[in-house]
């Protein structure tokens, strides 16, 4: 019989606590006596916490600090503004921890996809934490980069859609640790993959081994709302890892065929379980033809939750072996996977993907007077990024988010700009860098712009500052008027290119102005009132004849720091 030793150790010591809290609380009840009863539960609380997965020291950044007493807002830099149609994209420059608390206002289960390439820690002043770089000897090293990715992480999780998927770059150094953190964050039944990638090809003298890769952590928001291989009537609900491929792989139509004439055409027959033991996907499934009941061989689970796969039955997508009285299997139509190319596999070749020899040479092709001291050693190729686009966002989805909050020199952006010229979609970017050596101004919005112009891409982008209203210590009406003057910036961030059917009144002026428009009107779809901006019965019929949705700014973006006054 197994014992837990710790368990029992923890439950021992649970005993010497609580015999110390009696003997306490038999003392007279002074200051003294209350502190140390106060220390007891704070040691008592801190000895009980998590016994299993990743433990690390939580550090306070100056960002936090600034977060507790001050709310995000946008400033714009108009000169910076690219007026070239088609999708409306943006740069935000400043920390990505108070960017991403901003985008909770505009994007949340927004976002399609998230590609980011992090710090890697590796001890060589790559990592900077609080205006200082992170080094092989800080005892607190691990702790430290755990805790900056894990406040990031858990704010970019509440961004994806519903059929959202994350991609982290990563090597060695925090591979394993930042994959315990993911799993705690998004779950583990969403763990996609661990991709190696073969970034560089030449061999190097490398201390003990030429290291020629990297990976990408992938994880879904919900990785099996939707089954990979049924795709459903509303195309939005399809999850996104299931239609593209990165290395097509055709397979021969001999092995598939149609014994039972389905209108859908050739198909062969997949067993219906999968690895691994889940209870959610563990139920008996009875064969209708016989009778008899299956449940998942000894170390194994159903593909699908129960609901989904009576929705398969149901649509004829379930056998029950070739003659009818065996185990479940499911149907696998050519023309809805090898058709279009196998599924994709765990490995990113240098030849698809690229690398990052190639990423150095586009970056220098668009700019190749770039600062000294090698900013930017390493960047990652377009084609790895289109590459993944292909994955997670067919061409039948037209439009989409796709999000960096560590954009480096820009790749992704461009990346996207590719992706829509190849696929016909009109995706748009939001890239989020500090301007540490004015990197944010001088490196990625000049490679952006450069891609833009030279590129001849349809697409526009605006460039936005990070800053911050302060709020400790007011109450909401003595900052609001600050808020207004930056809520035009937040209603062109959520709307992206719809913004020019949007309006922004602040006061009775503005909404004069605009009534007194009857192009304005037509045009519009949403209104954001200020609280200075009181429609009379005639403009609010007039909203509700054209359809136009009304959206009082206090509420629709700073209620949650008017509810703070409220229990202040």
Known sequence: MSVNLSKAKREAARETLEALRAFLSGLPQDAEAQRLLAGLTALESEFLGKKYGLVFEEHMEETDELLRGATPVLAEEPALFLDRGGPMNFLLEGDNLGALTLLQRTHQKRVDAIFIDPPYNRGSNDFLYDDAFVGPADSFRHSKYLSFMQKRLVLAKKLLAASGCLFINIDDHEFAQLKVLCDEIFGEENFISCFPWHNRT??????????????????AKNRRQVNRRLKPSNQAEWHSLRDFVFQPKKTDPAKYSNPDGDPRGLWKADPFDAP?????????????NTGESYLPPKGRHWRTERQKFEALLADGRIVFGKTGKGRPQQKIFYEETCGKGEIATSWFDADVFGTSTRGKKELLALLPALPAGKIFETPKPVQLYVELLKLVIPPQRKTGVVLDFFAGSGTVGQAVMEYNRISGNSLSFLLCNNNQNDICRSITYERLRRAIEEGDFPASLKYFRVEYVPTAGRLYYEYAEELLRHVRALVELENGAESCRTAVLLDDADLAAFFASPERLAACRAVYLGDDALPDAAQQAALRERGVAVRPISEYYYQDLQEEDAWN
């Open 202 to 219: 030449s061999v190097q003298n490398d201390t003990d081994i030429s290291i020629n890769h990297e990976y990408l952590l992938a994880y």
């Open 276 to 288: 691994g033991v889940r209870e959610n996907l563990t139920y008996e499934i009875q064969n209708p």
